[in-house]
C-alpha cells in the first residue's frame, strides 16, 4: 500500500505542477459554457464544501453529465481536479515561507491514511504534517489506530492523545476518556511511536480530571 500510495503521490504531483498549462481552453463557449459555474467554484472557491453533485446542481444538470463534460474540459475526473488545486494551493503556500513554520493536516473524518498520505507526498514539502488524533483513528475508521501509525511513520509531527470504545460506542465515539478507558492499547502506541514518529510532540486530550494519570504515563513511556 506505502509504494502504491507513494506513485500515486508522485503522479498528483506532477499533474499539480502542469495542470495550469492545461486549463488555458475559453470556458464560455461550446459545451464547457454548460458548466461555467462548476468550473469557476472548483477553481476559485476556498473552502470546497459542496460535493460534485451539488456542483453539477449548480450547472443544472446530472452528476454524471458533468463529469463527463469537466473531464473534456479539463483533462481530470473533478474529484481529482479538486485534490490537484489543493496541492498547486500548498505548494503555492509554501513557496515563499521560511523553515520557522509547519503546518500540520488532521485525521478528522477520514476512513484510513490513504488520503492523507497522498496528499502529504505530494506536496512534498518538509513543513507539511500530519496530526494524528488517534482517537479519531480509532473511532471512524476501517485501520485500526495502530496501522495509521505505520503507515503515516515520519509524517506524523503531533498527536492528540486519548482513549475511547472506538466504533462499539455507536451514540459518540469520540468520547476523548482517559488513556485506560477505551479499547486502545496506549502502551503499544508508544511503542510504535517510538519505531516509527519518534519525533512526534504528543498532546494529551483527556478531560481535565484524567490528565494527571496521562502526564504520569507519559513520563515513564515517552522516554
Known amino acids: ?5 507513494r506513485i500515486k503521490a508522485a503522479v498528483y504531483s506532477l499533474l499539480a505542477t502542469t495542470s495550469k498549462a492545461g486549463r488555458k481552453k475559453g470556458i464560455t ?3 464547457t459554457q454548460i458548466i461555467y459555474k462548476g468550473i469557476k467554484y472548483l477553481e476559485e472557491d476556498p473552502l470546497q464544501e459542496k460535493s ?3 456542483i453539477a446542481q449548480m450547472c443544472n444538470i446530472g452528476t454524471n453529465y458533468f463529469e463527463r463534460l469537466f473531464k473534456e474540459y479539463s483533462g481530470y475526473s473533478p474529484t481529482n481536479y479538486r485534490l490537484l488545486k489543493k496541492i498547486e494551493k500548498a505548494k503555492e503556500f509554501f513557496a515563499d515561507k521560511d523553515d520557522s513554520i509547519t503546518i500540520m493536516i488532521e485525521n478528522m473524518l477520514c476512513l484510513d491514511s490513504s488520503v492523507i498520505l497522498e496528499e502529504i507526498d ?6 507539511l504534517k500530519v496530526c ?9 475508521g476501517d485501520m485500526s489506530v495502530y496501522d495509521w501509525i505505520k503507515t503515516l511513520n515520519k509524517r506524523i509531527g503531533y498527536m492528540h492523545m ?3 470504545h472506538g466504533k462499539t460506542n455507536i451514540v459518540h465515539n469520540d468520547e476523548h476518556n482517559g488513556f485506560f478507558d477505551g479499547t486502545i492499547d496506549m502502551k503499544k502506541i508508544m511503542r510504535l511511536v517510538h519505531k516509527y514518529c ?4 504528543l498532546s494529551i486530550e483527556t478531560g481535565y480530571k484524567d490528565a494527571e494519570e496521562a502526564i504520569l504515563f507519559l513520563k515513564k513511556y515517552a522516554k
Open 1 to 5: 500500500m506505502r509504494s502504491y500510495a
Open 29 to 31: 463557449s461550446g459545451k
Open 52 to 54: 460534485i453533485a451539488e
Open 122 to 127: 505530494a506536496v512534498n514539502d518538509k513543513r
Open 132 to 140: 494524528l488524533d488517534i482517537g479519531h483513528a480509532h473511532g471512524n
Open 162 to 164: 486519548h482513549n475511547n
Open 198 to 201: 519518534p519525533k512526534a510532540i
